[in-house]
Nanobody
């Protein structure tokens, strides 16, 4: 169906930048929404940023002005540019997409495997 492959996580000092990339592949008609979530141990996943196929974006208050989400519809990719990183941004980040998939009448949800982002003080 749909596979999401993430890349770009890593270790950076506070104030630095990282760029996360998510590439979607498989059998689907469209990806109406792509997003990045984070998950801390013992907690539910939280939305970081999302972008629709038409380019409408949404951000968590904690990252507004620092993170930018974008997507390339031709390449089925979503990018999260993370600037002015803080130690509290440390987490595992997951790519998410919903998709119109052959054989299903409703949108299906898909997740990537997660990528670790660590920001040192």
């Amino acid at each position: 169906q749909v596979q999401l492959v993430e890349s770009g996580g890593g270790y950076v000092q506070a104030g630095g930048s990282l760029r996360l990339s998510c590439a979607a592949s498989g059998s689907f008609f469209s990806l109406p929404r792509m997003a990045w979530y984070l998950q801390e141990p013992g907690k539910e996943r939280e939305l970081v940023a999302s972008v629709t196929h038409g380019g409408i974006t949404k951000y968590a208050d904690s990252v507004k002005g620092r993170f930018t989400i974008s997507r390339d519809n031709a390449k089925n990719t979503a990018i999260l540019q993370m600037d002015s990183l803080k130690p509290e941004d440390t987490s595992v980040y997951y790519c998410y997409a919903n998709a119109n998939v052959p054989g299903f009448g409703t949108l299906q949800d898909y997740w990537g495997q997660g990528t670790q982002v660590t920001v040192s003080s």
